[in-house]
C-alpha cells in the first residue's frame, strides 16, 4: 500500500496500481489500503470505481478516521455535504469546499471558505498546487484549476 501511494505521487501510474492491487489480494480487508486505492481510482481518472472503494473502506470500518471522509468527499467528485462534515471540516476540505461552491454557482459561501483556507495557508498557490499535484489525466488537473480559479483563489 505504502509502495502504491509513493509510486502514485511519482506518477508511475501502472506500477502503483499494480501495488495496490497487491496490497488488497493479500489483504482484502485492509480498510485503509481500500481507501488508499479509492484515492488512487480518483487520481486516475476513475471516480465512480473509487466510490464504489471508498464504500467498501466504510464498511470494513464502520467507524474511520477523519481522513476517509476526506477522501471521500474527494471520490465524490467535491461533494458539498461530505466535505462539510465535521470530521472533515479542516484545511484540505476548505480548499476542496470553495471549488465545489464556486462550480456551483455559490458565491458568497464561496468567499467564506476561500477566506477561511487562505487564512490557515496564507502562501497556498494554484502554482504551487500543480507542482505537487498527482493527476493522471492533464483534463482532471484543469478541472481543478479551473475551480480554483473561480473560487478566488491566487494564482
Same mark, same amino acid.
Given at each position: 500500500?505504502?509502495?502504491?501511494?509513493?509510486?502514485? !505521487?511519482?506518477?508511475?501510474?501502472?506500477?502503483?496500481?499494480?501495488?495496490?492491487?497487491?496490497?488488497?489480494?493479500?489483504?482484502?480487508?485492509?480498510?485503509?489500503?481500500?481507501?488508499?486505492?479509492?484515492?488512487?481510482?480518483?487520481?486516475?481518472?476513475?471516480?465512480?470505481?473509487?466510490?464504489?472503494?471508498?464504500?467498501?473502506?466504510? *464498511?470494513?470500518?464502520?467507524?474511520?478516521?477523519?481522513?476517509? !471522509?476526506?477522501?471521500? +468527499?474527494?471520490?465524490?467528485?467535491?461533494?458539498?455535504?461530505?466535505?462539510?462534515?465535521?470530521?472533515? !471540516?479542516?484545511?484540505?476540505? *476548505?480548499?476542496?469546499?470553495?471549488?465545489?461552491?464556486?462550480?456551483?454557482?455559490?458565491?458568497?459561501?464561496?468567499?467564506?471558505?476561500?477566506?477561511?483556507?487562505?487564512?490557515?495557508?496564507?502562501?497556498?498557490?494554484?502554482?504551487?498546487?500543480?507542482?505537487?499535484?498527482?493527476?493522471?489525466?492533464?483534463?482532471?488537473?484543469?478541472?481543478?484549476?479551473? +475551480?480554483?480559479?473561480?473560487?478566488?483563489?491566487?494564482?
Amino acid at each position: 500500500m505504502a509502495l502504491g501511494w509513493v509510486l502514485t !505521487y511519482e506518477s508511475r501510474w501502472d506500477d502503483a496500481e499494480l501495488q495496490y492491487v497487491s496490497a488488497l489480494r493479500h489483504n482484502p480487508n485492509d480498510a485503509d489500503a481500500t481507501m488508499f486505492y479509492a484515492d488512487f481510482l480518483v487520481i486516475s481518472g476513475k471516480p465512480q470505481d473509487a466510490v464504489e472503494a471508498a464504500a467498501k473502506a466504510f *464498511r470494513l470500518n464502520p467507524r474511520p478516521p477523519s481522513w476517509y !471522509y476526506w477522501l471521500l +468527499g474527494f471520490a465524490h467528485g467535491l461533494a458539498v455535504a461530505t466535505l462539510r462534515r465535521e470530521e472533515t !471540516y479542516r484545511t484540505a476540505s *476548505r480548499r476542496m469546499l470553495a471549488v465545489a461552491l464556486a462550480l456551483l454557482g455559490r458565491i458568497s459561501e464561496v468567499q467564506v471558505e476561500a477566506k477561511l483556507f487562505l487564512a490557515t495557508s496564507p502562501r497556498w498557490r494554484i502554482s504551487s498546487w500543480l507542482e505537487i499535484a498527482a493527476c493522471k489525466n492533464p483534463k482532471d488537473a484543469q478541472v481543478w484549476i479551473d +475551480g480554483f480559479r473561480l473560487a478566488g483563489l491566487p494564482e
